[in-house]
């Protein structure tokens, strides 16, 4: 079964960090190009940044550059994504979501991100 | 950046009818490179329509899609009670990649 498993959410302060994780497990995970995709309460999707197969390549929306960093370990199977200088509007359920293209044929269940005093 | 604009906003029909999605985009999406996705409350989002018309694996023959450069349709031929969602378009040709704002199909 192919399953994608976000971790790392949470309440944070604006201007603090977190790291968001995501375990592959069932899928080639190092064929796959992989994504992050948030989702702000009662909001559409956001597609926020993506990874090349074998990490060489990384690409983010203009609201996280700088900020956010996209990365994998594919010895790991795994898809991270650290996010500094957080601020309210990047609160959000956050989707780990691959596919061997750039269509996000397989997702995660999501992890929520609650930027907050 | 391709700006997605779905309509309609809200589609209310009955259990067994036609629903007709559309997606407009700013700008010719490369290839047809266009996505439709299927989304419940409090679930993720589920792939069903990739290249614009090619059915995602275990989705069922009542979802098509249709279209080519800006102007693409997502129908549902006879609506079930489980097709009841949110509904979005993707472009996944250009950076950065974007999603329509979605069409939210209820239950008249």
């Known amino acids: 079964e192919v399953q994608l498993v976000e971790s790392g959410g949470g309440l944070v302060q604006p201007g603090g960090s977190l790291r968001l994780s995501c375990a592959a497990s069932?899928?080639?995970?190092?064929?796959?190009?992989m994504n992050w995709v948030r989702q702000a309460p009662g909001k559409g999707l956001e597609w926020v940044a993506i990874?090349?197969?074998?990490?060489?390549?990384?690409f983010y929306v203009d609201s996280v550059k700088g900020r956010f960093t996209i990365s994998r370990d594919n010895a790991k199977n795994s898809l991270y994504l650290q996010m500094n200088s957080l601020r309210g509007e990047d609160t959000a359920v956050y989707y780990c979501?691959?596919?061997?293209?750039?269509?996000?044929?397989?997702w995660g269940q999501g992890t929520r991100v609650t930027v907050s005093s | 950046e391709i700006v997605l604009t779905q309509s309609p906003g809200t589609l209310s029909l009955s259990p067994g009818e036609r629903a007709t999605l559309s997606c407009r985009a700013s700008?010719?999406?490369?290839?047809?490179?266009l996505a439709w996705y299927q989304q419940k409350p409090g679930q993720a989002p589920r792939l069903l329509i990739d290249?614009?018309?090619n059915r995602a694996t275990g989705i069922p023959d009542r979802f098509s899609g249709s279209g080519s450069g800006t102007d693409f349709t997502l129908t549902i031929s006879r609506l079930e009670p489980e097709d009841f969602a949110m509904y979005f378009c993707?472009?996944?040709?250009?950076?950065?990649?974007?999603f329509g704002g979605g069409t939210k199909v209820e239950i008249k």
């Open positions: 290249d614009a018309s």
């Open positions: 700008q010719t999406v490369t290839k047809n490179y």
């Open positions: 069932g899928l080639a995970f190092s064929r796959y190009w």
């Open positions: 979501t691959g596919g061997s293209g750039w269509t996000t044929e397989t």
């Open positions: 990874i090349k197969q074998d990490g060489s390549e990384e």
């Open positions: 993707q472009q996944c040709a250009h950076l950065p990649l974007t």
